[in-house]
């Protein structure tokens, strides 16, 4: 049975997702404990699941075959999952070499095949200069959709969320305090794990619920992982070379949830403990608003089991958190293979309860407007409808006399009205109005390629052009 670690705001739902999928949910946090009529074992993951940081969707690393299971699971959610796989896994081994050291905190690396990377000066013995190289390894990887690159480190470690090997300690040590501390690094001895030379043993916050056995079973699990690492990189040389991965002994992807994976989501909650209609959706949105989630669905209790998207509150949502009136938006325009690109920030001129709002942006001179033709000049802004769920947007530019430019409408996943950022992914294809009103259906020929490609299932870009084609006939 597959093993598998879930943290941060999907963690009920995933779990009882993977339970149903006869994984095995461990390392359990004290509320998950609280909250599933089962037990949950201390032992070592195969798979660790995490909410990212900016908690729009979750990285799955951990033995290849694990992820690859976990991630099925998860893809199938609701149309608007996406799924990547990272080329900078988390504990992958690269030789690396230095470009920018140009002050800051840290110096942008070369990873080799285009990959960069993040070195923290703190993580590095004396003086760091471009040219400088480095064997490395992905502590942190980052989401496509992130602007961080991945931090790496001078160092080898593997870790199984109870204990962590590395080759820059020695000994036996406790990521805590006090006597349950003293305890793990006393009944280390009793373990009959051998360990390989040159690694330190570091028992994590995890532990401090293992038995011995437990103990064992992590510490022989990261001991031949240990042991596997130093094997794939036999053949490299002592001193690092050009910049190239070594080994990957894990695997990455990460999973971006779109407005109806959230609901979906939501509905799986819903089947373990009482969730209120948009929990994901109002979590994802503010960290702040994680303690007024949970102390509405505290006071009151269940809420209907057919709750969808539509039963969201939007108005309470966003009066509390944002966006209103006079707020600041950006608008971020993903796209289907990860990357996250903004359309720029605007004011935010009309909120209406029922979910929509219009967001106007001062535009600058040069060039024209993407399809449209029509150029851009100085004194023009563009005026986006948005409203929460809806499969599009539409944008009109106009001149500073107030005349129209053209109409732009976006097609993508349904959008997401969060306090300081729009989200969506776009579907490449789109409907332009020209200012004499004639309207066409544009960049079909690129949710074409993007099928083709692997980027877009069939369902999603039939969605897609039976949405262009509705709003084509609405603008005819």
Known sequence: ???????????????????????????????????????????????????????????????????????????????????????????????????????????????????????????????????????????????????????????LEVQDGLCTLSRDRSGVSAAMRGERADELVGMTDFLSVEVPDGWGI??????????????????????????????????????????????????????????????????????????????????????????????????????DDAADGDDFPFAAVTRQFGPTTGDRLEIGHGKPDGRLISLGRGEVTDWDPEGKLTLERSMRGGGSYDALGTPKDDGDVAVTKFREGRWWYPTTYKAADGTSKGTYVNVCTPVELFPDCVRYVDLYVDVIRQPDGTVEIVDADELEAAVADGLVSDELAAKAMDVAEAVERALS
């Open 1 to 155: 049975m597959t093993t598998a670690r879930v943290r941060g705001i999907y963690t009920t739902a995933v779990t009882q997702l993977l339970s149903e999928a006869d994984f095995e949910v461990v390392q359990a946090s004290d509320p998950i404990r609280e909250r599933f009529d089962q037990s949950f074992d201390t032992v070592p993951a195969d798979v660790s699941i995490e909410t990212t940081r900016d908690r729009q969707g979750v990285e799955v690393s951990g033995d290849p075959d694990a992820v690859e299971t976990a991630m099925a699971e998860l893809e199938g959610l609701a149309i608007d999952t996406f799924r990547w796989d990272d080329d900078a896994a988390r504990g992958a081994v690269f030789d690396a070499e230095v470009l920018e050291a140009d002050g800051g905190s840290g110096a942008v690396v070369d990873l080799g095949d285009g990959r960069r990377g993040y070195l923290s000066y703190d993580d590095v013995d004396g003086y760091v200069e471009a040219g400088n190289r480095y064997r490395v390894q992905v502590t942190e990887p980052t989401p496509p959709w992130d602007d961080d690159r991945p931090l790496v480190r001078p160092t």
């Open 202 to 303: 570091r028992w994590q916050h995890a532990a401090a619920d293992a038995d011995l056995e437990a103990m064992g079973t992590a510490l022989e699990d990261a001991a031949n992982r240990a042991r596997l690492l130093e094997d794939e990189l036999t053949d490299a040389s002592d001193e690092p070379g050009e910049p190239a991965l070594l080994a990957a002994p894990q695997r990455t992807a990460w999973g971006w949830f779109g407005r109806q994976s959230r609901f979906a989501l939501d509905g799986v909650r819903r089947r373990v403990e009482t969730t209120m209609p948009g929990h994901h959706r109002t979590k994802a949105a503010d960290r702040a608003a994680s303690a007024a989630v949970d102390f509405a669905e505290a006071v009151c209790g269940p809420a």
